[in-house]
Each structure stands twice: as C-alpha cells, then as structure tokens.
C-alpha cells in the first residue's frame, strides 16, 4: 500500500515562499511520475507541476516561472517549492503518484495566501 504525505503549507503574505514536501512509503518514486495537483474551494482540482520519472517537468502556465518542483530519489520525497505567491494560490495541494496502473493521493495541505 503506497503512502503519500504532503506537509509545508500554511499562512504566507502576498510575495512570500514555501515549500511543500511529499513523504512517500510502500513504493519507490523514482519509478513513477510524481505530481502536485490544487483545488480551491468551489472549483475543480487542476494540475500545478508534474515531473516524469526520467525527463523535465511540466507545469502549469498559471505557476511557471514561479513554482518548482523536484525529486529526491533517496528520500524518497518530491517538492514543490512555491515563490511569488499570490491571493489565486489559496488552495488544498494534493500530492500524485502514477504510473504501472497505480494513482495515488495524499491527503493534502491547505496553502493560505493573504494579508
């Protein structure tokens, strides 16, 4: 049974940073594609950032140049480091695992942006 657990959102002012992690366990990322989805209250969950198990990541138009998301096969974790955050970043981030039939979720972490 793979195990996904997100952490790192909070409070953050307009222009600030965080960064979120996805803890993995029961199967080894480095295998998979591994993604950050979003969903802000009354609207559906969209895609933020993906990054293949080999190849570059993708991202959302909405987030690039501003989000980042990257891999430590070691620890068997993804980020997403998030800066110049604004107001239409407010919402739940999902961490995905895919690949070889399987499509996993964490639990999410709420990202608040206001002032």
């Known amino acids: 049974q793979v195990q996904l657990v997100e952490s790192g959102g909070g409070l953050v002012q307009p222009g600030g940073s965080l960064r979120l992690s996805c803890a993995a366990s029961?199967?080894?990322?480095?295998?998979?594609?591994m993604g950050w989805y979003r969903q802000a209250p009354g609207l559906q969950r969209e895609l933020v950032a993906v990054?293949?198990?080999?190849?570059?990541?993708n991202y959302a138009d909405s987030v690039k140049g501003r989000f980042t998301i990257s891999r430590d096969n070691a620890k068997n974790t993804v980020y997403l480091q998030m800066n110049s955050l604004k107001p239409d970043d407010t919402a739940v981030y999902y961490c995905?695992?895919?690949?070889?039939?399987?499509?996993?979720w964490g639990q999410g972490t709420q990202v608040t942006v206001s002032s």
């Open positions: 995905n695992l895919l690949g070889f039939g399987y499509n996993y």
């Open positions: 029961g199967s080894i990322i480095s295998l998979y594609r």
């Open positions: 990054i293949p198990s080999v190849g570059t990541p």
